[in-house]
């Protein structure tokens, strides 16, 4: 791509003939032939590194007015293309740098607060059932085709996207299906790509550590239902905010509601034990289904995947044969433990919002034969107000709640541990709370060892079998704590936790 049609795009003055063949906003990636993307930081800005990029082969640099003055000052030897607001011009640039790959792909894009990275999965298991060769982008990893590649972030800045859509087009991929979050779609990451089918799940409280308000998150969420975002959008309209991006949506926009008597163009009829019948308004055209995962949102979930599939094409039959597919969910309701004479059953879930913590619990409470033990913290740095309201939540479900850390980052463990129990007693004491017990089990590892040596205690041939449930972190395998990431996986925790106590003699 020549550097001089760039600048044309963006109406930069500037523009040597230099042809560009990557770019990139990190000096530390950057490959001879790149543009560098100099864009100011949370800390310090990109043009403070103009040297070790141009140092490292970039052609060109892509900056705003105080990163001109920093090239300038620098006497950067290459060209400088500068705009007002370079981060709402570079997904254009990298789409075009990269000869725009989401346009030769099927794109499908999943927002909402709960229930991305399933929804995701869902869709891209039911993609690869029917024969496509997918690409998958979100929360839990990027895979292209068979490939699978750590993620950084839910989505990738915008640069790395156009590159990755970029590789999936090079090695045939037919689909890529990708959670979309907040603060991609405010921070411009996937500028440059029109998905041909956007899903909304749901919004509740979350990220108000970044959005000043729940009306800002609203219409960064709404934001992808926009012509120049999607071509086509599928939302759920079982809370408020999902009924009113139904109303505001600038796209055609097909509606789901799985709550009985709601208006919507599909509605859901379930039949028990995960089986339901998903129903189009007027026409009673009707696909037969089954959600994998237990609780109700899993069905929304479930629901909202397969209009996906068919609002890229597939015909109902196809629908129903490739979501039979029981799809890997990481770190999503998975089942660590089955639970029986020697030990509780044991779930780790991703479940990180107040709606998520209380949906999971419900989830589970229908299938646990003995006591519901949530295990759960917060994370630091973040959203302050969820706290009390993830504590709360787990009171009203639970009958044991244990209080721990999560990603406690720069923040004391201590007092993020002390506002969620607040939530959890003050829910018990207004008399809306089930739970007994609610204790401060500190450090993950030893929050995890006690709900599941409490649970063992009351699991025996004559007692039913408790449930253990580790909420908030999922798939993740590190832990953050005063800014170095520590080996941590709810999972083998749960194993050792089980290995250990069940080891050490204790019994019913």
Same mark, same amino acid.
């Given at each position: 791509?020549?550097?001089?049609?760039?600048?044309?795009?963006?109406?930069?003055?500037?523009?040597?003939?230099?042809?560009?063949?990557?770019?990139?906003?990190?000096?530390?990636?950057?490959?001879?032939?790149?543009?560098?993307?100099?864009?100011?930081?949370?800390?310090?800005?990109?043009?403070?590194?103009?040297?070790?990029?141009?140092?490292?082969?970039?052609?060109?640099?892509?900056?705003?007015?105080?990163?001109?003055?920093?090239?300038?000052?620098?006497?950067?030897?290459?060209?400088?293309?500068?705009?007002?607001?370079?981060?709402?011009?570079?997904?254009?640039?990298?789409?075009?740098?990269?000869?725009?790959?989401?346009?030769?792909?099927?794109?499908?894009?999943?927002?909402?607060?709960?229930?991305?990275?399933?929804?995701?999965?869902?869709?891209?298991?039911?993609?690869?059932?029917?024969?496509?060769?997918?690409?998958?982008?979100?929360?839990?990893?990027?895979?292209?085709?068979?490939?699978?590649?750590?993620?950084?972030?839910?989505?990738?800045?915008?640069?790395?996207?156009?590159?990755?859509?970029?590789?999936?087009?090079?090695?045939?991929?037919?689909?890529?299906?990708?959670?979309?979050?907040?603060?991609?779609?405010?921070?411009?990451?996937?500028?440059?790509?029109?998905?041909?089918?956007?899903?909304?799940?749901?919004?509740?409280?979350?990220?108000?550590?970044?959005?000043?308000?729940?009306?800002?998150?609203?219409?960064?969420?709404?934001?992808?239902?926009?012509?120049?975002?999607?071509?086509?959008?599928?939302?759920?309209?079982? &809370? @408020?905010?999902? %009924?009113? *991006? #139904? $109303?505001?949506?600038?796209?055609?926009?097909?509606? /789901?509601?799985?709550?009985? =008597? +709601?208006?919507?163009?599909?509605?859901?009829?379930?039949?028990?034990?995960?089986?339901?019948?998903?129903?189009?308004?007027?026409?009673?055209?009707?696909?037969?289904?089954?959600?994998?995962?237990?609780?109700?949102?899993?069905?929304?979930?479930?629901?909202?995947?397969?209009?996906?599939?068919?609002?890229?094409?597939?015909?109902?039959?196809?629908?129903?044969?490739?979501?039979?597919?029981?799809?890997?969910?990481?770190?999503?309701?998975?089942?660590?433990?089955?639970?029986?004479?020697?030990?509780?059953?044991?779930?780790?879930?991703?479940?990180?919002?107040? &709606? @998520?913590?209380? %949906?999971? *619990? #419900? $989830?589970?409470?229908?299938?646990?034969?003995?006591? /519901?033990?949530?295990?759960? =913290? +917060?994370?630091?740095?973040?959203?302050?107000?969820?706290?009390?309201?993830?504590?709360?939540?787990?009171?009203?479900?639970?009958?044991?709640?244990?209080?721990?850390?999560?990603?406690?980052?720069?923040?004391?463990?201590?007092?993020?541990?002390?506002?969620?129990?607040?939530?959890?007693?003050?829910?018990?004491?207004?008399?809306?709370?089930?739970?007994?017990?609610?204790?401060?089990?500190?450090?993950?590892?030893?929050?995890?060892?006690?709900?599941?040596?409490?649970?063992?205690?009351?699991?025996?041939?004559?007692?039913?079998?408790?449930?253990?449930?580790?909420?908030?972190?999922?798939?993740?395998?590190?832990?953050?704590?005063?800014?170095?990431?520590?080996?941590?996986?709810?999972?083998?925790?749960?194993?050792?936790?089980?290995?250990?106590?069940?080891?050490?003699?204790?019994?019913?």
């Amino acid at each position: 791509m020549s550097l001089r049609d760039l600048a044309d795009r963006i109406g930069s003055a500037e523009g040597a003939d230099v042809v560009v063949t990557g770019v990139t906003l990190d000096s530390r990636s950057v490959a001879p032939g790149d543009l560098y993307a100099a864009l100011p930081g949370f800390n310090v800005h990109g043009g403070r590194f103009l040297a070790d990029a141009v140092a490292a082969g970039a052609v060109a640099v892509l900056t705003d007015a105080e990163g001109l003055a920093l090239a300038r000052e620098q006497q950067t030897p290459v060209p400088v293309l500068a705009v007002p607001e370079p981060r709402g011009v570079l997904g254009d640039v990298a789409a075009h740098v990269y000869g725009a790959p989401s346009e030769q792909l099927t794109m499908v894009g999943v927002t909402g607060t709960n229930g991305k990275t399933t929804t995701a999965y869902l869709v891209e298991s039911a993609l690869r059932a029917n024969g496509q060769r997918t690409g998958l982008i979100g929360t839990v990893e990027t895979r292209i085709g068979d490939e699978r590649l750590e993620s950084v972030r839910t989505t990738p800045e915008t640069t790395d996207l156009h590159a990755i859509l970029g590789v999936m087009r090079e090695r045939g991929v037919d689909a890529c299906v990708m959670e979309v979050s907040s603060h991609a779609l405010a921070m411009h990451r996937v500028d440059g790509v029109v998905y041909d089918v956007a899903l909304f799940t749901n919004l509740s409280q979350d990220h108000l550590d970044f959005h000043p308000s729940m009306d800002d998150y609203f219409r960064a969420k709404a934001s992808l239902f926009t012509p120049r975002r999607a071509r086509a959008g599928v939302v759920c309209i079982d &809370d @408020a905010w999902g %009924a009113r *991006l #139904a $109303a505001e949506s600038g796209i055609p926009t097909t509606t /789901l509601a799985t709550r009985p =008597g +709601a208006p919507a163009d599909w509605t859901v009829d379930e039949a028990g034990a995960g089986a339901f019948t998903l129903r189009q308004a007027g026409t009673g055209a009707c696909v037969s289904l089954v959600a994998h995962l237990p609780g109700h949102f899993n069905v929304a979930n479930t629901a909202l995947a397969a209009l996906a599939l068919l609002g890229i094409g597939l015909e109902p039959s196809a629908v129903e044969a490739a979501m039979a597919v029981a799809p890997d969910v990481p770190g999503r309701m998975e089942v660590v433990a089955p639970g029986g004479l020697d030990g509780p059953r044991c779930v780790v879930d991703f479940a990180h919002t107040p &709606d @998520a913590v209380d %949906a999971a *619990l #419900a $989830a589970l409470r229908p299938s646990t034969e003995g006591r /519901l033990i949530a295990v759960l =913290g +917060a994370g630091g740095d973040r959203d302050r107000g969820k706290r009390p309201a993830m504590g709360a939540a787990a009171a009203r479900q639970a009958d044991i709640v244990v209080v721990t850390d999560d990603n406690p980052r720069s923040e004391d463990p201590a007092e993020i541990r002390s506002a969620v129990i607040a939530g959890a007693q003050e829910e018990v004491r207004a008399g809306t709370g089930r739970a007994y017990e609610i204790i401060d089990g500190g450090t993950r590892s030893s929050a995890i060892v006690e709900a599941i040596a409490l649970a063992v205690v009351g699991t025996g041939e004559s007692r039913p079998v408790d449930t253990v449930v580790v909420l908030g972190k999922g798939h993740e395998k590190g832990q953050e704590i005063h800014g170095v990431k520590h080996p941590f996986d709810d999972r083998d925790a749960v194993r050792a936790a089980l290995a250990a106590v069940t080891s050490s003699g204790v019994t019913s």
